[in-house]
C-alpha cells in the first residue's frame, strides 16, 4: 500500500505532495506559501452607500386588481416620459417606455442579437436596441432597421395608479 500511495500522491516532500498542498489538496511538506489574509485585508463592503442624487421609483401598486388577463407591472410614475424599462412580469422579460405619458410594452429581447430593449433609448415611439442600433416602432413592433423582423407588441391598460400589461 505505502509503494502505491507514494506512485499516486508523491513523495511527502516531492514536487506532487508540494503542487497538492499550494493548490489546497490537503498538508504536504513546508515551504508553502500562506494565502490567508492578513490585518491589512479589508473584505469587500456588499451595502452601497445611499447616492443622495438618485431618485428612487415608485414601486408597482399592490391595491390594484389589474383587468383579466393583464399583470401590474408598473406605477404610473415609475417612468418619465422617454424612459425605458425592463420589467418581468409572469416569468417573461417585457420592456416598458413612457411616450410622452402613453404607456407601450414590447418584448424585451432584440431579435438582431437578443440585446435588452430596457435598456434601449426612446426617441418618439421608436425604441432603439443599446448593442447594435435596431430600431423599432413602439406601436406596431416592426423593425425600422430590417424590415423583415418584428417584436411582440403587448396591450397596455392604465387602471389607477398601475400600468397593467396583457400577457
Given at each position: ?19 497538492r ?9 513546508g515551504g ?26 415608485p ?16 406605477h ?6 422617454g ?19 402613453e ?26 436596441c ?11 413592433g ?18 389607477g ?7
Open positions: 500500500m505505502g509503494l502505491l500511495r507514494t506512485l499516486l500522491f508523491g513523495r511527502e516532500n516531492g514536487i506532487r505532495s508540494n503542487l498542498g499550494m493548490l489546497g489538496g490537503g498538508a504536504s511538506g508553502q506559501p500562506d494565502w490567508t489574509p492578513d490585518s491589512s485585508y479589508s473584505a469587500p463592503s456588499y451595502d452601497a452607500a445611499p447616492d443622495p442624487g438618485a431618485t428612487t421609483r414601486e408597482p401598486p399592490r391595491d390594484v386588481t389589474p383587468p383579466e388577463g393583464f399583470e401590474v407591472v408598473l404610473v410614475g415609475g417612468l418619465e416620459p424612459e425605458v424599462s425592463e420589467v418581468i412580469a409572469g416569468g417573461t422579460a417585457i420592456c416598458v417606455a413612457n411616450v410622452d405619458g404607456y407601450m410594452a414590447v418584448s424585451n429581447t432584440c431579435p438582431h442579437a437578443d440585446g435588452p430593449l430596457g435598456e434601449g433609448s426612446v426617441e418618439g415611439s421608436v425604441l432603439t443599446p448593442y447594435h442600433g435596431w430600431s423599432f416602432d413602439l406601436k406596431n416592426k423593425c425600422k432597421t430590417n424590415p423583415s423582423v418584428e417584436i411582440q407588441v403587448f396591450e397596455v391598460q392604465i387602471k395608479d398601475a400600468v397593467c400589461v396583457r400577457l
